[in-house]
């Protein structure tokens, strides 16, 4: 409040207010690539002043409205400290910018050289950027993402001295941030879940198809990658003494035409111009969606425009005339007569590296629209065609006499096509006749606008509808054997998305599994009759031998590793799953103290649980469980685990229940997730599978969502609960998660590499300590083992696993989690060497 009292102060007394300082002192107050070092004062003078009124006007609200919250949070010493430092930092950087690009980027340093920087935003951008360094992983992402690629948008294709001081601002208060909190600042390579990702991709491609606009539709655009108008919009500059120059040529009367037609372009011509951009912010909402059909188009659109890049550039290089879109490239990549080749081969490759982009992440984005839906698009598409194209020429002779010259009906047909495409790519193109009177214009600019208009809500109409579940008749025929017959308590997991389904000969079992690297992995055990446990495991193995494949059953009980080695096949353990039996439970005793504490402390704070459904919750609650995951996500060293770990997607299931802690205020303050356990037609219990907490909420929500789950579903009936199984986690009868029993030989060779395993990964996703939170509840324990026909294939079947656990893992990620595991492997070998036992 002090700095807007000071700052209308300032401006009155100075009588800068409507007109900003005059041009006798404002050198002295207003910071520009001259400033230094000679008035070296204004790097904190020119936060104090606006160029005009709006500028008062628009730096009292931003200070208003960010900079209040900032300070309330940060505290004042903090917040006055990154704003200064970060405003200093941020002209300092831009003069010393502006001196590097004099002799790499000539153009660019010449058109910043004649503008100046004044306001407050530079230093609401730095303080901005400092006070998320004391906020969670999730939050601290998405406002630096946002911020940073809006400064970077400016910065880049409008290219002002203001535009570079906000960004080096930016940049001095991340880095500023984490120094006022005590730690220092550190470059991680941020983690996303598969939900986040094509959110950061989505932004990515919006930002690409918004930058050339800004730099299109601003006069004086300067920045490095401006010139790339030429080839997202055309938005050509059509300056009146050329306009005059051409026109008084007579040989170049159709050029004089067009540049006439699209001197008088209003917003119509506007609209066609940046059809490309409007087409790629329509595919952004389809790659965050996950949409195949987006990605596939984005590529497309990226590939046309990296050939065209190409193409310019070799025009560029050979020949540019001066009436022509290379001749305003050459004009945009020149300072005086001295070509500058970097200037106009780096934002070229803009298209480029965004294919590079999107075809290196194709793996988010596999959803499929229904069968038939993008030929049901096409012939609507060239339907639409014809009938704007009948309009238009049946209009066309109407209002025949409203053009210059006027046109005959082979005029018109032939002018269709020309009517579809953006102004910019037919305006060297001369035209036959150009619209006079109003109606004609209306007409002549209309049909593209309502072509693009309408396939833009049909292309996105395709991204709304959902998506079909490829696996068809198999899913409906898996899930009446799984609800008729007797399984186990991750039985559900099958129905999940990755799986493939095989079917017993007698059609009374299936398994779930999925190919990877030549290894069949099964997500449970058969699900169908258990007296037929070893008979179909026989069947399967038959099937996979047949094609060439190697099965492994994954997370299975001790039946079935039973029925297995009936077949001379090995086991290892490689889960352990608690289980809770609901007849007796009672949270009584010592034992249950912590318990008894989280629901006491939970009743006191007004925190009660509620069962909700994920697809009916309500957008609330929907966007609330979406925050709370990625922030989890966010806060890991490693990308989200799948398989047999659900998470935001299998939330969206009609049959699963989520159990929500929910206050007063109605913000959730953690969720769990239950998959039904049916026996013989009936839900006989419930399974544990995603859970997860708010960073600031109540710390024992998760103790009091398990503790009301079993209290409540005892009440509705249901016999057990299972917590699900912990990986790489074994308890022994009398030990701790993960350790050997006394008295046992020491463990086997692969069963060591798995305690190593798990020991690598419990800093990151914590399978031991989830195991010893679950001790809490006194569960019964049920090992779930892994078995396999061949000791040869564990190298195999270790890649399969690591692959379906981990499927977005980095090459360098991979590297990290084997060195840990081979230091574990390596300190366990050690300790077991020196054993007396």
């Known amino acids: 409040m002090g700095f807007v009292v000071l700052f209308w102060i300032l401006g009155a007394v100075s009588s800068a207010i409507v007109s900003g300082p005059g041009p006798g002192w404002r050198s002295s107050v207003a910071a520009s690539a001259h400033s230094l070092p000679e008035a070296w004062w204004t790097v904190l003078t020119s936060a104090f002043w606006a160029r005009d009124l709006p500028g008062y006007v628009l ?215 940046i059809v490309p951009s409007l087409m790629l912010l329509l595919l952004a ?5 996950g949409r195949r059909f987006a ?28 009436n022509t879109v290379a001749g305003e490239l050459v004009n945009a990549s020149q300072p005086g007569n001295s070509t500058q080749p970097l200037a106009l081969v780096v934002p070229l490759l803009m298209p480029v590296a965004l294919f590079g982009v999107l075809l290196a992440c194709r793996k988010l984005f596999p959803v499929a629209a229904p069968r038939g839906t993008y030929t049901r698009l096409g012939l609507q598409v060239l339907g639409l065609v014809c009938a704007l194209g009948l309009v238009y020429v049946a209009s066309g002779l109407v209002l025949a006499a409203g053009f210059t010259p006027v046109p005959g009906p082979v005029d018109l047909l032939a002018d269709v096509p020309d009517r579809f495409l953006p102004l910019g790519f037919t305006v060297d193109v001369p035209p036959a006749f150009f619209p006079q009177s109003t109606p004609a214009v209306l007409l002549y ?33 898996a899930l009446a054997i799984l609800k008729e017959q007797e399984n186990s308590s991750i039985s559900w997991m099958t129905t999940w998305s990755g799986n493939t389904y095989w079917f017993s000969g007698a059609g009374e079992s299936f398994i779930a599994y999925r190919v990877i690297a030549g290894i069949a992995l099964t997500l449970g055990p058969p699900v169908g009759p258990p007296a037929r446990a070893s008979a179909v495991v026989e069947e399967f193995s038959q099937y996979c031998q047949s094609n060439g494949w190697t099965p492994c059953l994954y997370s299975v009980p001790a039946e079935v590793r039973d029925a297995a080695s009936g077949l001379g096949w090995d086991s290892v353990q490689v889960a352990q799953e608690t289980v809770l039996p609901l007849e007796s439970l009672s949270f009584k005793g010592k034992k249950f103290q912590d318990v008894r504490t989280a629901m006491n402390n939970a009743a006191k704070a007004g925190i009660h649980a509620e069962w909700v459904r994920y697809p009916t919750a309500g957008l609330n609650v929907q966007t609330q469980i979406q925050a709370i995951s990625e922030e989890w996500v966010a806060d890991r060293k490693l990308p989200e685990m799948g398989f047999t770990l659900g998470g935001l997607e299998e939330l969206n299931d009609p049959e699963v229940r989520c159990l929500l802690a929910i206050d007063t205020h109605h913000v959730v303050h953690a969720v769990t997730s239950w998959l039904p356990v049916y026996r013989d037609r009936k839900i006989a219990g419930w399974t544990l599978d995603f859970m997860r907490r708010r960073n600031s909420g109540f710390r024992a929500a998760i103790e009091f969502l398990i503790a009301s789950a079993a ?52 800093p990151v996703y914590g399978f031991r300590s989830l195991l010893a939170f679950k001790r809490k509840f006194d569960p019964r324990y049920v090992p779930l083992y892994m078995v396999y026909p061949d000791s040869a294939a564990l190298p195999g079947i270790g890649n399969a696993l690591g692959r379906a656990y981990l499927p977005g893992l980095s090459l360098g990620e991979g590297f990290q989690l084997l060195h840990r595991i081979l230091k574990r492997g390596s300190m366990a070998a050690g300790r077991s060497s020196s054993s007396p036992e």
């Open 59 to 273: 730096g009292t609200v931003l200070v208003l409205v960010a900079a209040i919250p900032l300070e309330r949070q940060m505290g004042s010493l903090k917040f006055s400290l990154s704003a200064v430092l970060a405003q200093t930092a941020g002209v300092l950087a831009a003069c010393v910018f502006w001196a590097a690009a004099r002799a790499m980027m000539g153009s660019w340093a010449a058109g910043m050289s004649g503008t100046y920087f004044l306001g407050p935003s530079a230093m609401v951008c730095g303080a901005a950027m400092a006070a998320t360094a004391s906020m969670g992983a999730l939050w601290r992402r998405r406002i630096r993402l946002g911020t940073f690629g809006l400064l970077i948008l400016l910065a880049l294709y409008s290219g002002g001295f203001t535009d570079l001081v906000r960004l080096g601002a930016g940049i001095a208060g991340a880095l500023l941030g984490p120094l006022l909190l005590g730690d220092r600042p550190r470059l991680v390579r941020p983690v996303s879940s598969r939900h986040e990702g094509r959110v950061l991709i989505a932004v990515l491609v919006a930002v690409s198809a918004v930058g050339p606009v800004v730099s299109g539709l601003l006069p004086h655009a300067v920045g490095p990658l401006s010139v790339l108008r030429y080839l997202f919009t055309d938005i050509e500059p059509v300056d009146p003494n050329t306009l005059q120059n051409v026109c008084a040529v007579p040989a170049q009367h159709r050029y004089c035409e067009a540049l006439h037609l699209q001197l008088r372009a209003g917003a119509g011509g506007i609209f066609m111009a």
């Open 445 to 477: 600019e209309g049909v593209g606008i309502a072509f693009w208009a309408a396939t833009g809500v049909l292309v996105l109409r395709t991204f709304l509808r959902p998506a079909p579940d490829g696996r068809g008749n198999d899913k409906d025929r």
């Open 285 to 289: 909402e389809g790659l965050r969606r």
């Open 295 to 322: 990605w596939a188009a984005a590529l497309l659109v990226l590939a046309g425009l990296s050939a065209l890049a190409l193409i310019t550039l070799v025009g560029v290089l050979q020949s540019a005339g001066p």
């Open 711 to 762: 209290t409540g579903l005892k009440d509705e009936g249901y016999g057990f609960i299972s917590l699900s199984g912990a990986p790489l986690v074994r308890v022994p009868p009398e030990g701790h998660p993960g350790m050997a029993p006394k008295g046992l030989p020491p463990a086997a060779g692969l069963d060591r590499l798995l305690d190593a395993l798990g020991a690598a990964l419990e």
